[in-house]
């Protein structure tokens, strides 16, 4: 088995009654969840998003990835991992079937028998305010801030310069140091930008485009690391009390 977690049998998360897992798949379908695909043997990913579901067939259709190279990699490769974001993380390995050919424009995949749904308590962190600065590169300018939310989906910059995207516009890099170590660099789609007249900020909300699994991982961690953190220094402040 290839993939984002490694489980081992018995292990909760696993989702294997074919109802829950028809269930799930519908609720990724209805929100429009991103769905990011991972060719096996590749540390590449892409987007993509559950367009149609047919249970009595037992199949699922996936939007056919905009990038080429990893498209054609797909068809060659015709084995994936696939996982979306929702109330945690939702993963599942897939291979295509054989009448999904490269001109298609979907990818046509038997239901998952499983699916892993592991639910995080805190879907993301919020940092301290000069915890990480952030520059991302868009229509030719560069916007500098700060990293004020971190998420395996993406993240929120708070900035004061002027922003060179719009929503649904594409960063072609998004740069900056993880807090503790480890650095990140991909493109990033613009979400949502909206004025904090109280702070006089920018707040710039961002998905994760063609993330790397290693900076995934690293993200995830100190995700899990920051939580704790904070926990304990809640837990800390409410003993002196």
Known sequence: MFGLFKSKQEAPGMIGDKARVTALLQELRTQ??????????????????????????????????QDDAGHQRIIRVRRFHAMARYNGIVAFNAELSPDTKAEQTRYIVPMPRSIEHQERKAGGVTLAVGAAAVTIIGNGSAMR??????????LEIRTRDTVPLRPDEEASACNFQL????????????????????????RV????????????????????????E???QQDAGRAKR
């Open 230 to 232: 904070q926990q304990q």
């Open 145 to 154: 801030g700060y990293l004020s939310d971190l998420s395996l989906s993406g």
């Open 32 to 65: 429009a969840t991103v769905l990011a695909l991972r060719v096996a043997g590749s540390e590449v990913w892409h987007n993509s998003a559950l367009v149609a579901i047919e249970p009595r067939h037992g199949l699922l259709a996936l939007e056919r990835i």
């Open 179 to 202: 807090p503790g170590g480890g650095a990140v660099s991909c493109r990033l789609k613009i979400i949502s930008i909206q004025l904090d007249t109280t702070a006089h900020e920018t």
């Open 205 to 228: 909300r961002g998905e994760w485009l063609d993330l790397p699994e290693h900076q995934r991982r690293d993200i995830d961690r100190t995700i899990a690391r920051l939580v704790q």
